[in-house]
């Protein structure tokens, strides 16, 4: 009973983060907080991305903790599992090569303000660039965080079931995520959803052939 108890409560605690973070990411409360906070919605980004990080470390550290062991693995196969966490936090820096890591963090929104460069409503400059490896999935950061926290040498019932709470929360997360690059973008994000996955590169041998480059 404890342990269902256990993994309820940590299933109830992801579910609050996720629609929070998803309902805090949306455009009616981001004009919502335009109309109180005015051009120092410059800094809305950054902390968004800080309480993110911040509410998933609480999470981790004060759920509730079943230590149930699913695998252990000897030696060597506990060494040999990180070669996958290795690649997979290559892949993270590969995708950062295709996107503006400080326009993603929220620096770039607080440099234009510092400089008076405010630009559009919201001071948020979105680019489409489909090459590397957007090719292959349409979020490869989801992609890569989920190999990278999949493979490890020891599974126990908490690690997987956060694990399974971060899948569905990227899952989800990008249904909504994508509703608004499709406003952004059309017929463009469209096609290249028709013709992508989601997030596990499925089509890894027919890769997107066509380079885009576009600004909303």
């Known amino acids: 009973m404890n342990l269902v108890l256990d993994v309820s409560i940590i299933v109830l605690l992801f579910a609050i983060f996720g629609y929070t973070h998803s ?38 550290e004060f759920s509730p ?17 990180l070669i996958p966490q290795f690649l997979s936090l290559a892949g993270v820096f590969w995708v950062f090569r295709y996107i503006c890591v400080k326009e993603f963090l929220g620096l770039d929104q607080i440099k234009r303000f510092v400089d008076k460069r405010y630009t559009t409503e919201l001071d948020e400059e979105f680019t489409l660039r489909i090459e590397g490896p957007y090719r292959y999935s349409r979020h490869p950061v989801y992609f890569f965080s989920i190999t990278f926290f999949m493979f490890r040498p020891v599974m126990d019932l908490f690690y997987l079931t956060f694990l399974i709470c971060i ?27 028709k013709e992508v996955p989601r997030i596990f590169p499925i089509k ?13």
């Open 204 to 216: 890894l041998f027919k890769p997107y052939k066509q380079k885009v480059l576009a600004e909303s």
């Open 167 to 193: 899948v569905a929360y990227f899952y989800i997360g990008s249904y909504y995520e994508e509703k608004k690059l499709v406003r952004q973008f059309g017929e463009i994000y469209e096609k290249y959803k």
């Open 23 to 60: 309902l805090l990411a949306s455009e009616k409360v981001k004009i919502h907080f335009k109309k109180i906070f005015g051009q120092l919605i410059a800094f809305y980004r950054l902390i968004y991305n800080l309480i993110g990080l911040l509410s998933l470390y609480l999470i981790y």
């Open 65 to 81: 903790k079943p230590h149930i062991i699913i695998y252990d693995l000897p030696n060597p196969y506990d060494l040999i599992v």
